[in-house]
């Protein structure tokens, strides 16, 4: 069977659309999906030092679609997981040395030996995000729970129904419990009711990204944190499967009771 | 009091709540925002309507999007007129 072409875009950068892309290829992979991830943003290459794979670039995308590399000397191993392989960006090069037809044209290519293509998008709405968007099967759009992340996730959801893709879905971002119980942040269905898509995941924040990413160890490699076992739920959603969406706990240390008591109005009767 | 209870107190109504209504207004806006393409197919769409009734200036025909209360964007047209067809009577 053709493997999928799922991009993954957001308009605004800095949600995690790079961060969510590894972290998909790794939960994949590790479910026996063969995936290819590819980076699309080029002149700003960066999936190869989240996925840890920076050292080991030889060709890129830019080679394949001139014809300097054949796909197979592009692609990049993963030697933690022998399902998972990446084309990165090229680096010294800008978004129009690759179009929408090479694109597709290069996902076509892929779908034989691939379940799944990743492709992470550039943000913004121009020349990057066209080149993602043309050989998508399916779109997830990643936001943050903050109006500026929202709106601009309004926008893309708009561009990719204009280009008569299917309805995308939506991944929840760096979400807060703690702070929607108290109000003060944009609630899960509070960001659905706005955008009106179907959900596929919520990854809550967490620090484990920041350190892991360090290390260039994505934390999807090992589920245990939170934010590895909501990518792990996202990779089984994309593969079918009907997985309930997860509550996520509350800070309970005596730290965390205690500072939300002081701050709120009757001694942690707050809502 | 008042610096005991600011000291203690969170916000009175979550921040949340406003970002929402916030949000809401602000993607009204952009999802009704009608390209110049757009405008211009609309302008030739009621000159072709208001032509059969109505002698106009197209030269000083205007067409622009304005906001309007609530943030709601509205089309403003503002079309001169030269003269009213005498056969208006008969609706034939």
Redesign the interface.
């Known amino acids: 069977m053709a493997g999928t072409v799922v991009t993954i875009t957001s308009g605004k950068g800095g949600v995690g659309k790079t961060t969510t892309t590894a972290n998909l290829g790794v939960a994949l992979a590790r479910r026996s999906k063969r995936v290819a991830c590819i980076d699309a943003d080029i002149g700003l290459r960066n999936l190869d030092v989240v996925l840890g794979l920076e050292n080991r670039i030889v060709y890129d995308i830019v080679d394949v679609v001139e014809g300097r590399a054949r796909l197979r000397q592009a692609l990049i191993r993963d030697k933690r997981l022998p399902e998972l392989q990446m084309i990165p960006a090229a680096q010294t090069r800008d978004k129009t040395a690759v179009n929408p037809q090479q694109m597709m044209k290069l996902a076509d290519d892929l779908r034989n030996d691939f379940d799944f293509i990743l492709i992470d998008s550039p943000a913004g709405i121009e020349h990057g995000f066209k080149n993602a968007i043309a050989p998508a099967d399916r779109v997830l759009i990643v936001t943050t729970p903050e109006v500026s992340a929202v709106r601009d996730a309004d926008r893309i959801i708009g561009l990719v129904e204009a280009a008569e893709k299917p309805k995308p879905q939506l991944i929840l971002n760096r979400l807060r419990p703690g702070m929607v119980k108290r109000g003060d942040m944009l609630a899960t269905e509070d960001v659905l009711e706005i955008l009106a898509i179907d959900l596929i995941g919520i990854v809550p924040e967490d620090e484990s990204i920041i350190t892991s990413t360090n290390r260039g160890n994505p934390v999807a490699l090992e589920e245990k944190t939170a934010a590895g076992a909501a990518y792990g739920r996202i990779a089984q959603r994309l593969m079918g499967e009907d997985v309930p969406f997860g509550v996520f706990a509350e800070n309970t240390s005596l730290f965390g009771r205690l500072s939300r008591w002081f701050r709120s109005p009757n001694g942690g009767n707050g809502a | 009091m008042n610096w005991f209870n600011s000291l203690?107190?969170?916000?009175p109504?979550?921040?949340?709540?406003v970002?929402?209504n916030?949000?809401?207004i602000?993607?009204q806006i952009?999802?009704s925002n009608l390209s110049p393409e757009l405008l211009n197919v609309l302008q030739d769409d009621i000159v072709r309507a208001i032509s059969q009734r109505v002698d106009i200036d197209r030269a000083g025909m205007r067409i622009t999007t304005e906001r309007g209360e609530g943030g709601q964007r509205r089309i403003i047209a503002d079309i001169p007129i030269k003269s009213v067809r005498s056969k208006v009577a008969s609706s034939e």
């Open positions: 203690f107190r969170r916000e109504a979550g921040s949340a709540a970002a929402k916030r949000l809401k602000a993607i952009d999802r």
